[in-house]
């Protein structure tokens, strides 16, 4: 029986190294978009027992919307805005992130077996799979420009940090309406950084955030 | 019902957005006074909560929510002629930002469910950044998108910190619900490791909202930049919310038995916060920056007392007050010297006593209080953290606190001098109005009143929210 929750995880890990080497902000965004989806179904299937009940299976919808829709479309607007195709000149090269990325992974088996959690089934692989999204995501946000990779950054980072949780805790402490504010919170922060990211491109007339140099002491 | 308190400035806020731009004011005036009114009530205890599965009036919130209620009816005066006066362009979103900030801080003053803080800290972030960049300038694009990135990162690992105590609360087999009220009372039971590390994570999640070095990165640029209501209100009652964050964590540390890790944790950012806010005071060219690296070291003030606990955390309390008090006044001082001068250098102003010299009185005393001088309290707070802390035995830490006074009150003492009494220079811009210097004198005169006297009540809850970390006497 193929197990569904690690072909989800690794799907995600795929995901996070190939926005590591993707050149196209378009590719990142629609990589994004797969991400959230998988990151999303992924507590349905690790406590797969059971059933979610109907307010559950609503905020799953509901979180499968904004983060496999909303979000990538609000994305997908500010690129086509900023028309800003690719990232040229990255911080940190391209064959130099995928490697990070690898090295991340490994560092997270790393420490998610040193610390020896008695975790259900299935959760540890989960962790590792966080971890690394939750690194990459830093990575991300630190070695590219572009203001618009930096909120594909924060955006994997919130996407591991929202894994972590899933892996670690148990269901029973999940209230969906608390949950629901923390994704609508994630929605309005994204929209808020769009509108900034527009204006700083019609201010600059690029979305570099090397511009944003002014302000220091 | 408590959430009246943040749901009442959430519809008021749409519903100015709705309204036509000229009674958007008049809207931020009377969301002010009935916020007040609904907090009165609650610290009457005539409310109960709604949901106290989310809420509670705990005494430390109770404590925030009061002060930022009355700095924001004084905020809300001075916006009332400062969106006329400088013609604003969107004075709309000014005034609905405003109303869902006071919101927003409210929510997190009453929040009891972790996370629920979390998400009320965050929409924090994202309801004032609109009011950093109102002016829509180059330098206020680059501070709001700093503002927002670091702060919604810094929080996003504070996310995680909860995740962890919820982990601890696995491991240690507890069913009961996830609020800070029903874990003070299980928290021996919770894991050790775990809730140290969550611990960890929720300082600097948190602490980057707060100020605390060296996650401070965006504050200075945030508050600079801001229009000055925006940077009285964040620097005065934003930074409060994030340490009530903090402190909720410290407190069930310490039920948990861990209070010596989480103090050192605290007065080590302290230290750091008090050294990094007065080393960029010293030279600082642009007052309303020297304000937020003074807010800087202040908060550090804060964590330092409440770390030490005893004496020095009540003071720590007292400390928080008068500094929201005086930072907002001279917040407000800085937006009428701005407003009249029509630059940030402080080197390019001068002789304010002779041009301006109702702000000259509000702003000269605004500096004597945040040098620690009498009559106004930080003097009584930060003499408390003193003795607390050599009560303490932390000889070496009171060395670094007291040359970090020393320093942040010779790096403002010069700027304020030299813009107080220096060479005049002329003030071409907007003249001083009786509401914008009144809310500033309202609220020196508020510190000033406490330090003499302060309410029964006001003492009473100030005891009750350092009761669980062994009170005064601890």
């Not at chain 2, 907002?328 to 010299?357: V, Y």
């Not at chain 2, 003795?387 to 000889?395: E, K, P, S, T, V």
């Amino acid at each position: 029986m193929i197990n569904f929750a690690d072909f989800i995880l690794v799907l995600i890990l795929l995901s996070v190294l190939l926005s590591l080497g993707s050149t196209r902000l378009m590719a990142l965004v629609k990589i994004m978009a797969l991400q959230g989806v998988m990151v999303s179904v992924t507590p349905l299937f690790l406590n797969s027992h059971e059933i979610p009940d109907g307010g559950a299976a609503l905020f799953y919808l509901v979180m499968i919307f904004i983060k496999g829709a909303l979000i990538p479309v609000l994305l997908y607007w500010a690129v086509k805005r900023v028309s800003i195709k690719r990232e040229i000149e990255p911080i940190v090269g391209y064959h130099a992130s995928i490697v990070t990325g690898l090295a991340v992974l490994l560092g997270s088996v790393f420490i998610v077996n040193s610390l020896h959690l008695s975790l259900p089934e299935g959760r540890s692989f989960a962790l590792i799979t966080a971890n690394s999204t939750l690194a990459a995501g830093f990575f991300l946000m630190m070695a590219r420009r572009k203001a618009i990779t930096q909120v594909i950054g924060y955006l994997m980072l919130e996407n591991g940090i929202y894994l972590i949780g899933t892996a670690l805790t148990k269901r029973s402490h999940t209230i969906y309406i608390v949950e629901f504010g923390v994704l609508l919170d994630l929605l309005v922060g994204v929209m808020i950084m769009g509108i900034i990211l527009n204006n700083i491109n019609t201010a600059f007339d690029d979305i570099d955030t090397t511009l944003l140099g002014q302000l220091k002491d | 019902m408590i959430e009246s308190v943040f749901l009442f400035p959430f519809v008021m806020g749409l519903v100015s957005l709705a309204a036509p731009a000229k009674s958007s004011r008049f809207v931020l005036a009377g969301t002010a006074a009935g916020h007040l009114l609904l907090t009165l009530m609650i610290w009457h205890a005539s409310l109960s909560p709604l949901y106290p599965a989310f809420f509670t009036a705990a005494p430390e919130g109770l404590l925030i929510l009061l002060v930022t209620s009355i700095i924001f009816v004084a905020i809300s005066c001075y916006a009332f002629s400062y969106v006329i006066e400088t013609k604003m362009a969107h004075a709309r979103v000014f005034s609905c930002c405003m109303m869902l900030f006071l919101g927003t801080m409210s929510m997190v003053a009453l929040s009891d469910h972790p996370i629920v803080l979390w998400i009320a800290i965050e929409a924090t972030t994202l309801v004032s950044a609109p009011l950093i960049f109102i002016h829509r300038s180059k330098q206020a694009l680059e501070a709001t998108w700093k503002y927002v990135l670091i702060c919604s990162v810094g929080i996003a690992l504070a996310l995680l910190g909860i995740f962890f105590i919820t982990l601890a609360m696995d491991l240690g087999n507890i069913a009961g619900p996830l609020t800070f009220t029903s874990l003070n009372t299980v928290a021996t039971r919770l894991d050790p490791v775990w809730l140290k590390a969550g611990f960890v994570f929720i300082v600097i999640g948190f602490g980057t909202k707060m100020g605390l070095a060296p996650m401070h990165t965006w504050l200075p640029d945030a508050h600079s930049e801001a229009p000055s209501p925006a940077s009285a209100l964040l620097s005065g009652a934003l930074l409060n919310c994030a340490f009530l964050g903090i402190y909720k964590t410290h407190v069930l540390m310490n039920s948990a038995g861990l209070g010596d890790f989480s103090g050192s944790v605290l007065v080590g950012f302290g230290l750091c916060s008090m050294l990094v806010g007065a080393v960029f005071i010293v030279g600082q060219p642009d007052y309303k920056r020297m304000l937020a690296y003074s807010s800087i070291e202040n908060m550090g003030i804060i964590s330092f007392g409440v770390g030490i606990g005893g004496l020095a955390l009540y003071g720590a309390f007292i400390h928080l007050i008068h500094h929201s008090l005086l930072k907002s006044s001279l917040f407000l001082s800085a937006g009428n010297i701005l407003l009249g001068f029509g630059t940030k250098q402080a080197g390019r102003i001068g002789g304010i006593i002779h041009s301006l010299p109702r702000t000259f009185v509000s702003f000269f005393a605004g500096f004597v209080g945040l040098c620690g001088l009498p009559p106004f309290g930080m003097f009584v707070s930060e003499i408390m953290v003193v003795i607390g802390a050599i009560r303490g035995h932390w000889y070496v830490s009171v060395v670094l606190f007291v040359f970090a006074l020393i320093l942040a009150v010779a790096g403002c003492g010069r700027v304020f001098m030299a813009m107080s009494f220096g060479e005049a220079t002329t003030a071409a811009g907007l003249g001083e109005k009786p509401l914008r210097f009144i809310p500033a004198y309202a609220l020196l005169l508020t510190s000033l009143v406490l330090c003499f006297w302060m309410p029964e009540t006001v003492y009473v809850t100030i005891i009750d929210s350092i009761k669980m970390i062994g009170g005064i006497h601890g």
